[in-house]
């Protein structure tokens, strides 16, 4: 099979964390092998979750060691207990032995995206609401396979600062149906 690991900060309370989180129960339902890892990264106002002393930068998946079990209770805790649970559950998942490809799928604004040796692919799903990104992030999604963004505004302005078209995609924005349904 394919197995997936989900790099991003799944805890945040932000956009990224909640398309993040829906992405990933989403692959879990559909049965694919998917592990939600936690980035250090700082979304949108989340600085206080993780003091590290790194700004702005993703560490390494080796940091997921970092994270106590008190510091995890508590950023679950912000969750509604129905995402909480399935959380928790794909935040301890081992994927199987016989994964034939190992995907990284870095959800996150690419300050410092790491290509990380254990994966075979690399993909980038982040978003930017403006006519350019960073000159700063166009080597690191470069160096991307694939770069998700979830409209045409994006590839557009993606391309249009120098990442190559070809690895761009047009991959939507999930929604929780189940938020949906009258009890």
């Known amino acids: 099979p394919v197995c997936v690991d989900w790099i991003g900060n799944v805890f945040a309370l932000s956009g990224y ?7 990933i129960f989403a692959l879990d ?16 106002g989340d600085e206080s979750m993780f ?9 390494s998946m080796a940091s997921r060691a970092v994270l106590s079990a ?14 909480a649970s399935r959380l928790a559950l794909l935040l301890r998942k081992q994927h199987p032995t016989s994964c034939r490809m190992r995907v ?30 960073r000159k700063s992030w166009v080597t690191y999604l470069r160096d991307a396979d694939e770069v998700w ?22 991959i939507p924005e999930p929604m929780d149906t189940y938020a949906f349904q009258s009890s």
Not at 30 to 38: K, M, N, T, Y
Not at 51 to 59: F, I, L, P
């Open 149 to 170: 963004v979830p409209s045409l505004f994006n590839v557009d302005t993606f391309a249009r600062s120098g990442v190559p078209r070809d690895s761009i995609a047009v």
């Open 17 to 23: 964390g909640d398309e993040a989180r829906q992405f």
């Open 104 to 133: 990284a799928v870095h959800h996150m604004v690419p300050n410092e995206v790491e290509r990380l040796s254990q994966y075979d692919f690399h993909i980038v799903r982040t978003m930017f609401e403006t006519d350019r990104i």
């Open 70 to 83: 008190e510091r995890v209770a508590s950023s679950l805790a912000r969750l509604d207990t129905a995402t």
């Open 51 to 59: 003091s590290t002393g790194q700004r702005d930068g993703v560490h």
């Open 29 to 44: 339902e559909a049965g694919i092998s998917v592990r939600a890892v936690v980035s250090l990264v700082v979304h949108h």
